[in-house]
Nanobody, 128 residues
Framework: QVLLVESGGGLVQTGESLRLSCAAS????????MGWFRQAPGKERESVAA????????YYTDSVKGRFTISRDNAKNTVYLQMNSPRPEDTAVYYC?????????????????????WGQGTQVTVSS
């Protein structure tokens, strides 16, 4: 079993940067693809970014390309989401998730949000 705990959320203004962290425990996630997802009030969950087991491959939804960066430190069993130039429309609860079935990004599973383990989420609010 894998326990994922997100942190780093909060209230920021447009243009400020924010870094989310996702710490894993219980089992190493170094062999898993990892992803960040978000859900805004009244909206469906959206896939944000994914990273392969060694960070060699990353994938972003179009709305965050060039602004967000996903990375990982397998020695710390932690995944990060650097959010630069956030916008009010980025306001959501952000979730970290692990795909225990693959070390590589499966775009279809990522788009579906079909991942094995999920964190409890961290709120990000961007004010204009």
């Amino acid at each position: 079993q894998v326990l994922l705990v997100e942190s780093g959320g909060g209230l920021v203004q447009t243009g400020e940067s924010l870094r989310l962290s996702c710490a894993a425990s219980g089992r190493t996630t170094s062999n898993y693809a990892m992803g960040w997802f978000r859900q805004a009030p009244g909206k469906e969950r959206e896939s944000v970014a994914a990273i392969s087991w060694n960070g060699g491959d990353t994938y972003y939804t179009d709305s965050v390309k060039g602004r967000f960066t996903i990375s990982r430190d397998n020695a710390k069993n932690t995944v990060y989401l650097q959010m630069n130039s956030p916008r009010p429309e980025d306001t959501a609860v952000y979730y970290c998730a692990a795909d225990s079935r693959s070390a590589f990004i499966n775009p279809l599973l990522f788009q579906r949000g079909d991942y094995s383990y999920w964190g409890q989420g961290t709120q990000v609010t961007v004010s204009s």
